[in-house]
Protein backbone atom coordinates (compact mmCIF):
# COMPACT_ATOMS: atom_id res chain seq x y z
CA UNK A 1 0.00 0.00 0.00
CA UNK A 2 2.84 2.28 0.70
CA UNK A 3 4.57 2.04 -2.56
CA UNK A 4 1.08 2.59 -4.38
CA UNK A 5 0.73 5.81 -2.95
CA UNK A 6 4.22 7.09 -2.70
CA UNK A 7 3.34 6.65 -6.32
CA UNK A 8 0.51 7.97 -7.11
CA UNK A 9 1.99 11.08 -4.87
CA UNK A 10 4.38 11.36 -7.64
CA UNK A 11 2.42 11.34 -10.40
CA UNK A 12 0.28 14.04 -8.95
CA UNK A 13 3.52 16.18 -8.46
CA UNK A 14 4.27 15.60 -12.00
CA UNK A 15 0.64 16.48 -13.22
CA UNK A 16 1.09 19.46 -11.58
CA UNK A 17 4.18 21.16 -12.65
CA UNK A 18 2.85 20.25 -16.29
CA UNK A 19 -0.30 22.28 -16.00
CA UNK A 20 1.49 24.99 -14.25
CA UNK A 21 3.68 24.88 -17.45
CA UNK A 22 0.93 24.90 -19.89
CA UNK A 23 -0.55 27.85 -18.20
CA UNK A 24 2.42 29.83 -18.64
CA UNK A 25 2.79 28.88 -22.10
CA UNK A 26 -1.08 30.32 -22.20
CA UNK A 27 -0.56 33.29 -20.90
CA UNK A 28 2.53 34.09 -22.93
CA UNK A 29 0.52 33.61 -26.01
CA UNK A 30 -2.17 35.46 -24.98
CA UNK A 31 0.41 38.58 -24.40
CA UNK A 32 1.43 38.13 -28.07
CA UNK A 33 -1.68 38.11 -29.58
CA UNK A 34 -2.31 41.36 -27.82
CA UNK A 35 0.98 43.35 -29.34
CA UNK A 36 0.15 42.17 -32.44
CA UNK A 37 -3.38 43.57 -31.92
CA UNK A 38 -2.26 46.32 -30.66
CA UNK A 39 0.38 47.34 -34.12
CA UNK A 40 -2.67 46.28 -36.50
CA UNK A 41 -4.73 48.66 -34.90
CA UNK A 42 -1.87 50.97 -35.20
CA UNK A 43 -1.29 50.19 -38.69
CA UNK A 44 -4.88 50.69 -39.35
CA UNK A 45 -5.16 54.55 -37.84
CA UNK A 46 -1.62 55.45 -40.39
CA UNK A 47 -3.74 54.01 -43.25
CA UNK A 48 -6.46 56.28 -42.49
CA UNK A 49 -4.24 59.27 -42.35
CA UNK A 50 -2.26 58.48 -45.50
CA UNK A 51 -5.82 58.23 -47.31
CA UNK A 52 -6.14 62.01 -46.50
CA UNK A 53 -2.85 62.82 -48.15
CA UNK A 54 -2.17 63.92 -51.97
CA UNK A 55 1.03 62.96 -51.53
CA UNK A 56 0.65 59.44 -54.13
CA UNK A 57 4.11 58.01 -53.58
CA UNK A 58 3.49 58.27 -49.59
CA UNK A 59 0.36 56.58 -50.36
CA UNK A 60 1.56 53.89 -52.14
CA UNK A 61 4.57 53.43 -49.60
CA UNK A 62 1.83 53.13 -47.41
CA UNK A 63 0.04 50.80 -48.67
CA UNK A 64 2.86 48.62 -49.60
CA UNK A 65 3.48 48.65 -45.74
CA UNK A 66 -0.19 48.20 -44.67
CA UNK A 67 -0.15 45.33 -47.23
CA UNK A 68 3.00 43.98 -45.25
CA UNK A 69 1.61 44.37 -41.84
CA UNK A 70 -1.41 42.78 -43.45
CA UNK A 71 0.90 39.48 -44.62
CA UNK A 72 2.53 40.04 -40.47
CA UNK A 73 -1.32 40.75 -39.38
CA UNK A 74 -2.29 37.30 -40.77
CA UNK A 75 0.84 35.49 -40.36
CA UNK A 76 -0.08 36.71 -36.26
CA UNK A 77 -3.47 35.78 -36.77
CA UNK A 78 -2.71 32.34 -38.00
CA UNK A 79 -0.33 32.04 -35.15
CA UNK A 80 -2.81 33.31 -32.65
CA UNK A 81 -5.40 30.74 -33.87
CA UNK A 82 -2.81 28.07 -33.73
CA UNK A 83 -2.14 29.45 -30.12
CA UNK A 84 -5.78 29.54 -29.73
CA UNK A 85 -6.56 25.74 -30.44
CA UNK A 86 -2.88 24.92 -28.33
CA UNK A 87 -4.90 26.62 -25.42
CA UNK A 88 -7.92 24.70 -25.88
CA UNK A 89 -6.23 22.02 -26.30
CA UNK A 90 -4.20 22.71 -22.89
CA UNK A 91 -7.67 23.91 -21.29
CA UNK A 92 -8.81 20.35 -22.45
CA UNK A 93 -6.10 18.45 -21.36
CA UNK A 94 -6.06 21.02 -18.09
CA UNK A 95 -9.94 19.41 -17.30
CA UNK A 96 -8.80 16.04 -17.76
CA UNK A 97 -5.49 16.55 -15.86
CA UNK A 98 -8.06 18.01 -13.00
CA UNK A 99 -10.31 14.86 -13.35
CA UNK A 100 -7.42 12.80 -12.73
CA UNK A 101 -6.03 14.91 -10.01
CA UNK A 102 -9.44 14.61 -8.74
CA UNK A 103 -9.34 10.69 -9.06
CA UNK A 104 -6.43 10.51 -7.01
CA UNK A 105 -7.39 12.70 -4.72
CA UNK A 106 -10.00 10.40 -4.02
CA UNK A 107 -8.08 7.39 -4.04
CA UNK A 108 -5.45 9.30 -1.41
CA UNK A 109 -8.47 9.36 0.49
CA UNK A 110 -9.55 5.93 0.23
CA UNK A 111 -6.04 4.80 1.06
CA UNK A 112 -5.61 7.31 3.87
CA UNK A 113 -9.17 5.74 4.95
CA UNK A 114 -7.45 1.88 4.56
CA UNK A 115 -4.51 2.90 6.17
CA UNK A 116 -6.65 4.07 9.46
CA UNK A 117 -8.77 1.15 9.31
CA UNK A 118 -6.03 -1.23 9.05
CA UNK A 119 -4.40 1.02 11.78
CA UNK A 120 -7.74 0.51 14.08
CA UNK A 121 -7.37 -3.16 12.97
CA UNK A 122 -3.93 -3.32 14.19
CA UNK A 123 -4.81 -1.87 17.74
CA UNK A 124 -7.61 -4.27 18.03
CA UNK A 125 -5.31 -7.13 17.05
CA UNK A 126 -2.21 -5.83 19.63
CA UNK A 127 -5.02 -5.52 22.23
CA UNK A 128 -6.48 -9.36 21.22
CA UNK A 129 -2.67 -10.55 21.61
CA UNK A 130 -2.01 -9.19 25.17
CA UNK A 131 -5.34 -10.79 25.68
CA UNK A 132 -4.31 -14.01 24.92
CA UNK A 133 -1.14 -13.23 26.49
CA UNK A 134 -2.68 -12.63 29.99
CA UNK A 135 -4.84 -15.39 29.11
CA UNK A 136 -1.75 -18.06 28.52
CA UNK A 137 -0.08 -16.43 31.21
CA UNK A 138 -3.08 -17.35 34.03
CA UNK A 139 -2.85 -20.79 31.90
CA UNK A 140 0.74 -21.22 32.71
CA UNK A 141 0.42 -20.35 36.23
CA UNK A 142 -2.63 -22.63 36.68
CA UNK A 143 -0.56 -25.12 34.86
CA UNK A 144 2.71 -24.62 37.46
CA UNK A 145 0.24 -24.48 40.56
CA UNK A 146 -1.25 -28.24 39.52
CA UNK A 147 2.11 -29.29 38.09
CA UNK A 148 3.25 -28.52 42.44
CA UNK A 149 0.13 -29.68 43.29
CA UNK A 150 0.95 -33.02 41.32
CA UNK A 151 4.39 -33.06 42.58
CA UNK A 152 3.55 -33.27 46.01
CA UNK A 153 0.55 -35.88 45.62
CA UNK A 154 3.63 -38.05 44.03
CA UNK A 155 5.73 -37.02 46.85
CA UNK A 156 3.61 -38.19 48.98
CA UNK A 157 2.62 -41.30 47.23
CA UNK A 158 6.59 -42.14 47.29
CA UNK A 159 6.89 -41.17 50.47
CA UNK A 160 3.84 -43.85 51.63
CA UNK A 161 5.54 -45.99 49.48
CA UNK A 162 8.63 -46.07 51.39
CA UNK A 163 7.44 -45.95 54.46
CA UNK A 164 5.61 -48.66 54.22
CA UNK A 165 8.26 -50.70 52.39
CA UNK A 166 10.26 -49.68 55.55
CA UNK A 167 7.57 -50.85 57.92
CA UNK A 168 7.09 -54.07 55.96
CA UNK A 169 11.11 -55.03 56.17
CA UNK A 170 10.85 -53.97 59.98
CA UNK A 171 7.77 -56.15 60.16
CA UNK A 172 10.04 -58.95 58.47
CA UNK A 173 12.59 -58.54 60.63
CA UNK A 174 10.63 -58.33 63.95
CA UNK A 175 9.07 -61.54 63.30
CA UNK A 176 12.40 -63.05 62.47
CA UNK A 177 13.53 -61.66 66.15
CA UNK A 178 10.29 -63.05 67.31
CA UNK A 179 10.45 -66.72 65.79
CA UNK A 180 13.70 -66.81 67.39
CA UNK A 181 12.56 -65.21 70.94
CA UNK A 182 10.08 -67.85 70.69
CA UNK A 183 12.53 -70.40 70.07
CA UNK A 184 14.80 -69.26 72.88
CA UNK A 185 12.03 -69.15 75.18
CA UNK A 186 11.25 -72.73 74.22
CA UNK A 187 14.63 -73.67 74.72
CA UNK A 188 14.58 -71.84 78.23
CA UNK A 189 11.03 -73.72 79.25
CA UNK A 190 12.57 -76.96 78.57
CA UNK A 191 15.81 -76.22 80.64
CA UNK A 192 13.60 -74.82 83.31
CA UNK A 193 11.53 -77.84 83.48
CA UNK A 194 14.69 -80.30 83.45
CA UNK A 195 16.11 -78.37 86.09
CA UNK A 196 12.92 -78.35 88.59
CA UNK A 197 12.83 -81.51 87.78
CA UNK A 198 16.01 -82.30 88.92
CA UNK A 199 15.69 -79.91 92.00
CA UNK A 200 12.22 -82.04 92.72
CA UNK A 201 14.21 -85.09 92.50
CA UNK A 202 16.73 -83.48 95.11
CA UNK A 203 14.39 -82.23 97.41
CA UNK A 204 15.27 -84.08 100.84
CA UNK A 205 11.94 -86.26 102.07
CA UNK A 206 9.81 -85.22 104.54
CA UNK A 207 10.35 -85.79 107.76
CA UNK A 208 13.88 -85.53 108.16
CA UNK A 209 15.09 -88.97 108.75
CA UNK A 210 17.46 -88.94 111.78
CA UNK A 211 21.01 -89.81 111.94
CA UNK A 212 21.43 -93.81 113.39
CA UNK A 213 23.87 -92.95 116.13
CA UNK A 214 26.03 -95.75 114.70
CA UNK A 215 26.54 -93.36 111.58
CA UNK A 216 30.71 -93.18 111.07
CA UNK A 217 32.37 -90.33 109.62
CA UNK A 218 33.67 -92.59 106.75
CA UNK A 219 30.41 -93.18 106.32
CA UNK A 220 29.51 -89.65 106.35
CA UNK A 221 32.37 -88.95 103.89
CA UNK A 222 31.14 -91.31 101.45
CA UNK A 223 27.69 -89.95 101.69
CA UNK A 224 29.21 -86.59 101.18
CA UNK A 225 30.71 -87.65 98.02
CA UNK A 226 28.41 -89.28 96.71
CA UNK A 227 25.62 -86.26 96.75
CA UNK A 228 28.57 -84.49 95.16
CA UNK A 229 28.70 -86.46 92.52
CA UNK A 230 25.15 -86.19 91.79
CA UNK A 231 25.17 -82.38 92.21
CA UNK A 232 27.80 -82.32 89.92
CA UNK A 233 25.63 -84.41 87.07
CA UNK A 234 23.39 -81.99 87.62
CA UNK A 235 25.56 -79.25 86.59
CA UNK A 236 25.44 -77.09 85.31
CA UNK A 237 22.65 -74.65 86.07
CA UNK A 238 21.50 -71.66 84.42
CA UNK A 239 20.58 -69.59 87.71
CA UNK A 240 18.96 -66.35 85.56
CA UNK A 241 16.76 -69.18 83.37
CA UNK A 242 13.76 -67.39 85.24
CA UNK A 243 14.72 -63.91 84.85
CA UNK A 244 15.66 -64.24 81.14
CA UNK A 245 12.43 -65.64 80.79
CA UNK A 246 10.80 -62.66 81.86
CA UNK A 247 12.72 -60.46 80.18
CA UNK A 248 11.77 -62.55 76.65
CA UNK A 249 8.47 -62.42 78.14
CA UNK A 250 8.44 -58.36 78.30
CA UNK A 251 10.32 -57.87 75.24
CA UNK A 252 7.45 -60.59 73.32
CA UNK A 253 5.13 -58.46 74.81
CA UNK A 254 6.47 -55.57 73.20
CA UNK A 255 7.13 -57.11 69.89
CA UNK A 256 3.40 -58.02 69.85
CA UNK A 257 2.73 -54.60 70.25
CA UNK A 258 4.73 -52.71 67.60
CA UNK A 259 3.33 -55.53 65.35
CA UNK A 260 -0.11 -55.05 65.47
CA UNK A 261 0.68 -50.89 65.13
CA UNK A 262 2.61 -51.93 61.50
CA UNK A 263 -0.27 -54.02 60.92
CA UNK A 264 -2.32 -50.89 61.40
CA UNK A 265 -0.56 -48.60 59.39
CA UNK A 266 0.25 -51.19 56.41
CA UNK A 267 -3.40 -51.55 56.05
CA UNK A 268 -4.17 -47.93 56.38
CA UNK A 269 -1.56 -47.33 53.70
CA UNK A 270 -3.06 -49.55 51.40
CA UNK A 271 -6.02 -48.36 51.56
CA UNK A 272 -4.67 -45.02 50.56
CA UNK A 273 -2.83 -46.94 47.97
CA UNK A 274 -6.02 -48.42 46.58
CA UNK A 275 -7.72 -45.15 47.12
CA UNK A 276 -5.63 -42.98 44.83
CA UNK A 277 -5.20 -46.21 41.91
CA UNK A 278 -9.46 -46.00 41.97
CA UNK A 279 -9.21 -42.12 41.42
CA UNK A 280 -6.88 -42.17 38.86
CA UNK A 281 -8.14 -45.01 37.07
CA UNK A 282 -12.00 -43.03 37.74
CA UNK A 283 -10.42 -39.89 36.41
CA UNK A 284 -9.00 -41.86 33.36
CA UNK A 285 -12.14 -43.51 32.11
CA UNK A 286 -13.83 -40.01 32.46
CA UNK A 287 -11.27 -38.79 30.20
CA UNK A 288 -11.50 -41.65 27.96
CA UNK A 289 -15.07 -41.58 27.39
CA UNK A 290 -15.62 -37.90 26.75
CA UNK A 291 -12.55 -38.06 24.41
CA UNK A 292 -13.85 -41.22 22.60
CA UNK A 293 -17.20 -39.19 22.16
CA UNK A 294 -15.83 -36.33 20.59
CA UNK A 295 -13.85 -38.27 18.49
CA UNK A 296 -16.82 -40.72 16.91
CA UNK A 297 -18.51 -36.97 16.63
CA UNK A 298 -15.24 -35.27 14.87
CA UNK A 299 -14.45 -38.44 12.43
CA UNK A 300 -17.95 -38.72 11.44
CA UNK A 301 -17.59 -35.28 10.37
CA UNK A 302 -14.37 -35.51 8.88
CA UNK A 303 -14.60 -38.93 6.56
CA UNK A 304 -18.13 -39.78 6.51
CA UNK A 305 -17.56 -42.92 8.13
CA UNK A 306 -17.40 -43.78 12.23
CA UNK A 307 -14.44 -44.41 14.25
CA UNK A 308 -13.83 -45.01 18.08
CA UNK A 309 -11.21 -45.02 20.93
CA UNK A 310 -10.24 -48.85 22.11
CA UNK A 311 -8.51 -49.92 25.17
CA UNK A 312 -5.66 -53.11 24.78
CA UNK A 313 -6.74 -54.23 28.06
CA UNK A 314 -10.55 -52.74 29.40
CA UNK A 315 -9.96 -54.42 32.76
CA UNK A 316 -7.06 -52.80 33.64
CA UNK A 317 -6.82 -49.57 31.84
CA UNK A 318 -4.04 -47.86 32.79
CA UNK A 319 -1.52 -51.17 32.48
CA UNK A 320 -2.41 -51.27 28.15
CA UNK A 321 -2.26 -48.63 25.34
CA UNK A 322 -5.11 -47.47 22.96
CA UNK A 323 -6.14 -48.32 19.68
CA UNK A 324 -7.77 -45.97 17.42
CA UNK A 325 -10.11 -47.86 15.41
CA UNK A 326 -11.76 -46.10 12.02
CA UNK A 327 -13.72 -47.26 9.58
CA UNK A 328 -13.97 -44.73 6.50
CA UNK A 329 -16.92 -44.56 4.54
CA UNK A 330 -16.55 -47.42 1.83
CA UNK A 331 -14.22 -49.21 3.54
CA UNK A 332 -13.89 -52.02 5.87
CA UNK A 333 -12.70 -51.36 10.03
CA UNK A 334 -9.11 -50.50 10.04
CA UNK A 335 -6.48 -49.71 12.59
CA UNK A 336 -4.19 -46.71 12.72
CA UNK A 337 -1.22 -48.88 11.45
CA UNK A 338 -2.98 -50.63 8.18
CA UNK A 339 -4.66 -47.21 6.73
CA UNK A 340 -3.11 -45.10 4.03
CA UNK A 341 -1.76 -41.89 4.41
CA UNK A 342 -4.50 -39.45 4.04
CA UNK A 343 -6.74 -42.10 6.89
CA UNK A 344 -4.13 -41.64 8.63
CA UNK A 345 -4.05 -37.89 8.82
CA UNK A 346 -7.94 -37.85 9.08
CA UNK A 347 -7.96 -39.76 11.98
CA UNK A 348 -5.23 -38.32 13.78
CA UNK A 349 -6.62 -34.86 13.54
CA UNK A 350 -9.63 -36.03 14.85
CA UNK A 351 -7.66 -37.15 17.97
CA UNK A 352 -6.03 -34.12 18.15
CA UNK A 353 -9.37 -31.97 17.64
CA UNK A 354 -11.27 -34.88 20.23
CA UNK A 355 -8.59 -33.89 22.58
CA UNK A 356 -8.71 -30.24 22.20
CA UNK A 357 -12.44 -30.22 22.54
CA UNK A 358 -12.03 -32.28 26.28
CA UNK A 359 -9.26 -29.57 27.24
CA UNK A 360 -8.80 -27.01 24.75
CA UNK A 361 -5.00 -25.20 24.73
CA UNK A 362 -4.56 -21.39 23.61
CA UNK A 363 -3.03 -22.28 20.05
CA UNK A 364 -2.29 -24.95 18.02
CA UNK A 365 0.73 -25.16 14.94
CA UNK A 366 0.13 -27.34 12.05
CA UNK A 367 2.68 -27.92 9.45
CA UNK A 368 0.88 -29.09 6.14
CA UNK A 369 -1.52 -31.55 7.63
CA UNK A 370 -2.97 -31.69 4.54
CA UNK A 371 -0.84 -32.65 2.02
CA UNK A 372 -2.26 -36.30 1.91
CA UNK A 373 -5.75 -35.61 1.81
CA UNK A 374 -7.82 -35.06 -1.68
CA UNK A 375 -10.22 -31.61 -2.28
CA UNK A 376 -12.94 -32.92 -0.86
CA UNK A 377 -11.35 -33.95 2.71
CA UNK A 378 -8.88 -30.82 2.62
CA UNK A 379 -12.66 -28.35 2.88
CA UNK A 380 -14.06 -30.99 5.53
CA UNK A 381 -10.67 -30.11 6.90
CA UNK A 382 -10.61 -26.53 6.61
CA UNK A 383 -14.53 -25.81 8.10
CA UNK A 384 -13.05 -28.22 10.67
CA UNK A 385 -10.40 -25.79 11.78
CA UNK A 386 -12.30 -23.05 11.25
CA UNK A 387 -14.99 -24.30 13.42
CA UNK A 388 -12.39 -25.71 15.89
CA UNK A 389 -11.25 -21.71 15.75
CA UNK A 390 -13.73 -20.82 18.37
CA UNK A 391 -12.30 -22.37 21.00
CA UNK A 392 -8.58 -21.74 20.50
CA UNK A 393 -5.86 -20.10 17.69
CA UNK A 394 -4.84 -22.39 15.07
CA UNK A 395 -1.69 -21.14 13.23
CA UNK A 396 -1.30 -23.81 9.47
CA UNK A 397 1.07 -23.92 7.04
CA UNK A 398 -0.53 -25.02 3.96
CA UNK A 399 -0.51 -24.62 0.46
CA UNK A 400 -3.77 -26.20 -0.34
CA UNK A 401 -6.36 -23.25 -1.45
CA UNK A 402 -9.57 -24.18 0.63
CA UNK A 403 -7.15 -24.11 3.60
CA UNK A 404 -6.19 -20.80 2.70
CA UNK A 405 -9.44 -19.13 1.79
CA UNK A 406 -10.70 -20.54 5.01
CA UNK A 407 -7.92 -18.34 7.11
CA UNK A 408 -8.82 -15.26 8.69
CA UNK A 409 -5.21 -13.42 8.26
CA UNK A 410 -3.05 -15.02 5.51
CA UNK A 411 0.35 -14.42 5.01
CA UNK A 412 2.61 -15.40 1.99
CA UNK A 413 6.35 -16.07 1.66
CA UNK A 414 8.21 -17.07 -1.21
CA UNK A 415 11.97 -17.29 -1.51
CA UNK A 416 13.58 -13.74 -2.65
CA UNK A 417 17.04 -13.43 -4.13
CA UNK A 418 19.75 -15.34 -2.78
CA UNK A 419 18.90 -17.64 0.15
CA UNK A 420 16.63 -15.42 1.75
CA UNK A 421 12.70 -15.52 2.28
CA UNK A 422 10.84 -12.61 1.94
CA UNK A 423 6.75 -11.51 2.69
CA UNK A 424 4.47 -10.81 0.14
CA UNK A 425 1.67 -9.58 1.48
CA UNK A 426 -0.75 -9.34 4.30
CA UNK A 427 -4.55 -9.34 3.55
CA UNK A 428 -7.47 -9.41 6.87
CA UNK A 429 -10.36 -10.58 6.28
CA UNK A 430 -13.41 -10.31 8.17
CA UNK A 431 -15.20 -13.65 9.44
Not at 330 to 348: F, I, N
Request: charged letters at 25%; hydrophobic letters at 35%; one cysteine or more.
Amino acid sequence: MWPRREALQAGIQQNTAELTLLRSQTNGARQATAVLQAEYEASQSTLAALATDDAHQQWQQAQGLLQRNAEVLAAKEAAVRRCQQEIETNETQFQRLEAKLHRYREQLQELRANQTHQLNSTTQLRVQIRQHEERLSRDSQQLTALEKTLGAVRAERDTADRTWRSRQTELQQLTWELEQQNHRRSESAAALQELETQVAACVLPEPIPEVPENLTLEQLQHDRRRLQKQLQAMEPVNMRAIEDWEETQQRLTDLSQRLATLERERTELLLRVENFTTLRQRAFMQAFQAIDAHFQEIFAELSDGDGHLQLEDPSHPLNGGLNLVAHPKGKPVRHLASMSGGEKSLTALSFIFALQRYRPSPFYAFDEVDMFLDGANVERLAAMMRKQAKLAQFIVVSLRRPTIEAAERTIGVTQARGAHTQVLGLELKSG
